[in-house]
């Protein structure tokens, strides 16, 4: 049972190992994937390049291994040669054989430990290596988007100002061609001959080719209407917005697909994470379903043990009853020689008193009542003698029933004494303390007996019955009533302490003749 425990608590382990290095190896693998997409490089490139680097390292610890181990193998052989020069050529090249043999295991579980060691090593420094450059490229990436980021926040206001800036020196020439027009329209009214001045400026002035054209007039700056103005200038605005807004869009898109990749990062994760947690819960069902099972053994094993005890207690009511009868037998043959005997009382010192006080009991009316310890010198037993209760045939809890069924019990007060010791108990009733005993009510066993409302004992108030054995159908019983609520709960609790054995945890197994003895002498 052990071994088997031993084995399952190993393999639990094994499990949980194997889950740990494949849950890492997934994760060194994405990690990886997510590196190379970062930086441009393949994956399969990388895995490459990994492999092949292993594979050298590999190669030239190997080759280490086999000179270092062909050198041992060469002093062990010269070692063995040598010891075993006053041998038989049959007995060296056996003893060679088996050197060599042994050595080679030993070198080949040597070298599997090394390269299993060499190997972890190499595992834990590549994957302590990805982790650090994980975490440089992951500060490099931040950095980057927050330089782009502001970059593209200083480019988005420098373009807004170069295109206020040309907004406003293209309204400056529009201006500015609109007062040479106005220039130019009043300098037409010199004269186009040549002047005989240094500057001729008829070239300021503008011909006519027909002298019914009539002149347009130009549409100079300060004859522009104002809403014209002001709707260029809420048209520039919008465009200069506009174009902000365009490039703030592009930032978002930007900070989106960050965003995404992020969260398929911490997707993967917390699968990752799930899925340790899916290992660890199956773990906990196997360690339950163990418990479960160990349980099952373990309640096997006290059902078997409580059965173990019924049977070896009712095997020692069954020889004290044996005992107990044999007593009556010899107390019977003293009775008929013994003219005078003394009748015991009510009140015992042999053994502890659990309870005692009146209580109302049914006593049969259609039997010839008879005290335990008359002088009569009939064979007939009392109904509630000390042994009428074991010697009780089946019928008398019908006859009782029908009695019963077709009158009410009669009960009669008496004092009763519940005393007892190792979960052997009975009540012992009569008159008063000090006056002779009445009848006995034995053999209340804790564990076997029990105390039940029937409906013989609902005729009054506080009314109950003890039973012997309820099991057995024709197993005596005394059906009892409290005179008050006191009285009863005082009852009950001796009762149930006596049957719980709460009193008494363990069975004596020591014969009762001697109690018996004590008790009828």
Known sequence: MSNLSELSIQLRKLQTENNTKNSEIDRLNRQVRILSDLQGISVHDLKDALKTACEGEAHNELRAEVGRLKAQLECFGAAGATSNVGRGAKLGEGGDANIGGGMQVKSQEEFRQEAASRARTNLELRVGE???LEGTLRAELAKVYEQARQLASRNTILETQHLQQQNLISDWERRWADREAEDIRKGSIVARTPSIGSYNYSEFATGCETSNSVPQPTMLLHNVPQSQLDIQQSLLA??????GEKQQRSLLQQQIESAQKSYELKLDQYQHRIQFQESQILDLEQ????????????????TEERDQKLWLKRNLLESDAALAKEAEDKEKGSFFHVTN????????????TIAEGYLLLVLPEDEHWSPPFSKSTSTRQSPFSPRKLLSKSKSTPNK???TSSSTAPKYKRQYCVLHGSNGLYQLRFGNALL??????????????????????????????????NPEDVGSPSLCCAAETEEDFMMWMTALTA????????????????????????
Do not use: C, W
């Open 130 to 132: 990805l982790e650090e």
């Open 435 to 468: 006056d002779p005993v009445d009848g006995v009510h034995e053999f209340i066993t804790s564990g076997v007996s029990s105390v039940e409302h029937t409906p013989r004992s609902a005729t009054k108030n506080f009314g109950f019955e003890i039973k012997i």
């Open 400 to 402: 009782m029933s029908s």
């Open 341 to 352: 005997v003394s009748r015991p009382t009510v009140k015992t010192s042999q053994t502890p």
């Open 238 to 243: 919008v465009e200069t917005a506009l174009a």
């Open 287 to 302: 360690q339950l379903s163990s418990l479960y099972a160990a349980f099952g053994i373990v309640q096997q094993e006290r």
């Open 498 to 521: 006596v049957i719980d054995g709460s009193s008494d945890n363990f069975i004596d197994h020591v014969p009762l003749q001697r109690h018996f003895e004590v008790l009828f002498r």
